[in-house]
Each structure stands twice: as structure tokens, then as C-alpha cells.
């Protein structure tokens, strides 16, 4: 009899087990479909800015909040989120207290990755305007010669020349909106046949031969209408991958 009331009671702790399982599970499902549907945050997206696309509607790392991941261009995504009703759009980025982790912009560098493909790559080399240094490892580094971001970029590569570990490729993209005299100084730079050590120093001369207002132009529509990339600096990997923006030295030699 005591042996079939301990059985007994085994058996109750893994029904409540189970139970408790089932229940969590359920718990679950019901949170991540706990998020308004897609079509209803895209009507009111319309009412207040027509043409804003949502891929997706998921739930955020904030139990109640779902994440609204919207097409922003081609090629890039932007996040903004909503209540689990969709009364109330919230906008900013989300920080973990402990970590202090910015996880609103982790996930849209995840989201927001991108690769190139080899015969893109290719097309590259075509159109290098210098090479800067003899170590296997390669960079693609596109760049407008009067954007400040880039200046900062060039003073990291350039010490990563200098210890030998890296090769620089650099492809000029001005940018005319934003920096009026930066197409001059490209084409000087093509045209004088300068190196990284003039693009640093702001070369500038008056020689805007054929050749290099040709080759600017070549430039600027393979890299914006092909590639889809606008802005600078803009780094590429020998593996394909396009990052925007100043990147710390760590991070560069992490893809080697």
C-alpha cells in the first residue's frame, strides 16, 4: 500500500510537471501571435507616411511590444515598434539594463547585413582608383575625399598599412550634394595619378582631364546604381560584406 501511494504521488509531480509545461507553452505561443497583424499597422502606417513598406511584425525583446521591421531603401531596413493592440507606435532604441546592450541596433546591424557577390567583387578591381600597401589582407575602401567620417577611416587604415596589415583598394565616390568640390579633387587625384598619402592631405589641382571626369562618373553609377550604396566611407570584405561607417581597428582585422 505504501509502495503504490509513493508511485502514486510520482505520478501526480510529473501530471503537474506536464501540466506546467503545456501551460508555459502555451504561454508562449500565445505571446509571440499576441501582436496585431501586419495589414492593420500598415493602413495606419499609410495615414501618416504613404510608401513606408513593413516586411514584418514580431514580437520585441519587451514582453507587450512588438518589433515592426519597415523597408526603408533597396537595401536598408529601419525598426520601430508598436503596442501588442496597435494603439501606440514607439520609436528609439531599446537598452539592456545589466549589459547595457543597445539591442534595438543589434538587430538592425543583423537586419541590415549585407554581402556582396564574387562577380560584384570583381567589378571592384576594375575600378580601384589606388592601392595602398602589400599585406594579403584586402580592403575596399569607398570614399568621398572632403567626407570628414572619411578622414577619420583614413588615419586607422593608414597606421593598418604601416603595420603591414592590410592592403587598402580605394574606390573615389564623391558625393557633389554634400561636399561641392569633392569631384574636382577626384578627378585631380585620377588625373595627377596621386596616391593615399594626397587623398589624406586634400589634394586638389586644376587638371580635370577626360580621363578622370570619366572615370568618376564610372564610378558614381556603378556604385550607386548598381551596388545601391549612397553614403561614405563604405568598407567591403574580401568575403562580400558592406559595412557604412567609421569601423574601429578591431573590427577590421576581425574579418581576417
Known amino acids: 500500500m505504501k509502495k503504490f501511494q509513493i508511485l502514486s504521488l510520482k505520478f501526480f509531480i510529473m ?6 509545461v503545456f501551460n508555459s507553452c502555451k504561454k508562449v505561443s500565445s505571446y509571440s501571435e499576441n501582436c496585431p497583424k501586419k495589414e492593420v499597422i500598415q493602413k495606419n502606417l499609410d495615414n501618416i507616411q504613404p510608401g513606408i513598406i513593413i516586411e514584418k511584425i514580431e514580437k ?61 567583387i570583381s567589378k571592384l578591381d576594375k575600378i580601384t582608383d589606388i592601392i595602398y600597401g602589400n599585406s594579403k589582407n584586402i580592403i575596399y575602401f569607398i570614399t568621398d575625399p572632403d567626407c570628414p567620417h572619411c578622414k577619420k577611416s583614413e588615419i586607422i587604415l593608414d597606421q593598418l598599412v604601416k603595420e603591414n596589415k592590410l592592403t587598402i583598394k580605394v574606390i573615389l565616390f564623391p558625393i557633389e ?56 566611407p563604405t568598407f567591403i570584405f574580401p568575403d562580400g560584406e558592406v559595412k557604412t561607417g567609421v569601423l574601429n581597428e578591431n573590427y577590421i582585422m576581425s574579418k581576417y
Open 177 to 232: 550634394a554634400l561636399h561641392p568640390d569633392a569631384k574636382q579633387k577626384a578627378i585631380s587625384l585620377i588625373c595627377d595619378k596621386k596616391g593615399f598619402k594626397e587623398l589624406m592631405e586634400g589634394y586638389k589641382s586644376s587638371n580635370q582631364c577626360e580621363v578622370g571626369k570619366k572615370k568618376v562618373d564610372q564610378n558614381i553609377n556603378f556604385l550607386f546604381n548598381e551596388l545601391k550604396i549612397n553614403a561614405t
Open 60 to 120: 520585441s525583446p519587451i514582453p507587450e511590444l512588438c518589433e515592426v521591421i519597415i523597408k526603408i531603401s533597396e537595401t536598408q531596413k529601419g525598426i520601430f515598434y508598436v503596442d501588442s493592440k496597435g494603439k501606440y507606435i514607439i520609436s528609439g532604441n531599446i537598452l539592456e539594463f545589466n549589459s547595457l546592450k543597445n539591442l534595438t541596433q543589434e538587430k538592425l546591424q543583423l537586419i541590415n547585413k549585407r554581402f556582396l557577390t564574387k562577380e560584384q
Open 15 to 20: 501530471f503537474l510537471a506536464m501540466l506546467f
